[in-house]
Nanobody, 129 residues
Framework: QVQLVESGGGLVQAGGSLRLSCAAS????????MGWFRQTPGKEREFVAS????????YYADSVKGRFTASRDNAKNTVYLQMNSLKPEDTAVYYC??????????????????????WGQGTQVTVSS
């Protein structure tokens, strides 16, 4: 079992920045693919970014490409999401997720919430205009 805890959310003005952290415990995530998703009330969970176990491969939703950056520090068992140039439409609860794959999957596999085995409780990000 692995527990994921997100932090770093908050209220920020449009154009500002936040860095989310996802700290894992109970098991190393150094061999896990990690994802970031977000959700607003009444909508399905939306893919934001994914990062491979080594950090060498990242993938982003078109809506955040060029503004958000996913990274990881396997020594700290932590994954990050740097969010710059925030927009009001980025307002959501942000979740991190982990998958421990038994085989190599294409990047498209990690766009889907059901591909992940473990989820954090989420952290609220609110961007004011």
């Amino acid at each position: 079992q692995v527990q994921l805890v997100e932090s770093g959310g908050g209220l920020v003005q449009a154009g500002g920045s936040l860095r989310l952290s996802c700290a894992a415990s109970g098991r190393t995530v150094s061999n896990a693919a990690m994802g970031w998703f977000r959700q607003t009330p009444g909508k399905e969970r939306e893919f934001v970014a994914s990062i491979s176990w080594s950090g060498s491969s990242t993938y982003y939703a078109d809506s955040v490409k060029g503004r958000f950056t996913a990274s990881r520090d396997n020594a700290k068992n932590t994954v990050y999401l740097q969010m710059n140039s925030l927009k009001p439409e980025d307002t959501a609860v942000y979740y991190c997720a982990a998958d421990f794959p038994r085989q190599r999957y294409p990047a498209s596999y990690y766009l889907i919430p059901s591909s992940y085995d473990y989820w954090g409780q989420g952290t609220q990000v609110t961007v004011s205009s």
